[in-house]
């Protein structure tokens, strides 16, 4: 029996059935898919075929070729690799300016790995009710520093998008949502305490899922969500992951780095070196975009910062 996997715990997964019933499956310890080295062989998203044994166990014995997929390679040391889903139309990644802060650099780390993945990324800036008038300049800043790279952006307070005395700017939130998760498959992602399970839930107007709460101590999510699942909206489907720290570089060479900053690629077709890795190389058409102002800093920083860690994997 065919069928798409809505949930995955780990040990075991939920199938979602053409007939429209769930099971839960598990797979052998030695399934690997060839050529793809993670954690978790099989992903949420995936199109499973699976069989039941005499004793009504389910297996999954077999993957559905992907249309895409986004892995997450961790930061530690190990530098396992983890699927993030399969078979989506677009990633909605939800950032905060401040509770918790999330760093320019997760995001542009993010958002490379979406371009080499070669699947949409959309920014949320989420808790815009929490925001000082600093933070909402910056806020309105890194706006329209991903809007002129090309991300659409939209910023919301995910506990507002229902709220009863809807205002123009809840509303229009509300339906800007509406018209971006329309007719996709959407994965949610973003570090922990963001708020991606509290938007779950208010496009779905009720409680769908848990949420946690922020700690005191540290101004950081307590990691609540633990397991992707899928959720179905009347028009679209939602997958909420677990929030994830950093993002650690994906397997490409030092030349395809800028390939996944658009705007560094752009204009490193001046250089005057084909190989230039835009780092101290006479005649850099980036290092001059930069200190004209043409590209931001925190980009470069981070292009940088991904650029390194090809270095290292290069000599290990
Ligand atoms: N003020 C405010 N709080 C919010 C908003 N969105 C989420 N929160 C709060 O932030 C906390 C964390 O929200 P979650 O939805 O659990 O965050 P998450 O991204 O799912 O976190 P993980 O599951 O750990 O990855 C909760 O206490 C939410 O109520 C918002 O727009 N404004
Ligand atoms: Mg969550
Ligand atoms: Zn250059």
Redesign the pocket.
């Known amino acids: 029996m065919r069928g798409l996997v809505i949930k995955s715990t780990g040990s075991s997964y939920i199938v979602r059935l053409d007939d429209g019933t769930d099971a839960e499956c598990h797979i052998k310890g030695n399934f690997r898919i060839r050529g793809i080295r993670s954690t978790n062989p099989v992903a949420v998203g995936d199109y499973v075929e699976i069989r039941t044994l005499g004793d009504g166990t389910n297996w999954i014995t077999e993957i559905e070729e992907r249309r895409n997929y986004i892995i997450r390679r961790s930061t530690n040391l190990s530098k396992e690799s983890h699927i993030l889903a399969a078979n989506i139309d677009q990633v909605a990644l939800?950032v905060t300016v401040n509770?918790p802060v999330t760093s320019t650099t997760f995001i542009d780390r993010f958002l490379a790995t979406c371009e080499a993945y070669r699947v949409r990324a959309i920014l949320i800036f989420?808790?815009?009710?929490?925001l000082t008038p600093e933070e909402l300049e910056q806020l309105a800043e890194l706006r329209n520093l991903y809007e002129s790279i090309g991300y659409e952006t939209l910023a919301?307070?995910?506990?507002?998008l229902n709220s009863e005395a809807i205002n123009a700017e809840s509303s229009n939130a509300r339906s800007a949502i509406n018209a971006m998760l329309s007719g996709k498959v959407t994965l949610l992602s973003?570090?922990?305490?963001?708020?991606?399970?509290?938007?779950?839930?208010a496009l779905f107007g009720r409680e769908m899922t848990?949420?946690?709460?922020?700690s005191d101590a540290h101004d950081k999510?307590?990691?609540?969500?633990?397991f992707s699942e899928m959720y179905f909206l009347e028009d679209g489907e939602v997958i909420?992951?677990?929030?994830?720290k950093g993002f650690g570089s994906i397997d490409m060479s030092r030349e395809e780095v800028s390939h996944y900053f658009r705007e560094i690629f752009a204009v490193s077709r001046d250089c005057r070196f084909g190989n230039c890795t835009h780092t101290n190389e006479p005649g850099c058409a980036v290092q001059e975009a930069l200190i004209k102002g043409f590209i931001a800093l925190s980009r470069y920083e981070s292009y940088l910062s991904l650029l390194g860690d090809c270095t290292e994997t290069k000599y290990r």
């Not at 989420?126 to 929490?130: C, H, M, R």
């Not at 999510?221 to 633990?226: I, L």
């Open positions: 939800i509770h989420n808790k815009i009710d929490l919301i307070s995910a506990i507002d973003g570090n922990s305490g963001v708020g991606k399970s509290t938007l779950l839930n848990r949420t946690g709460r922020i999510g307590m990691h609540t969500t633990t909420d992951t677990p929030g994830i």
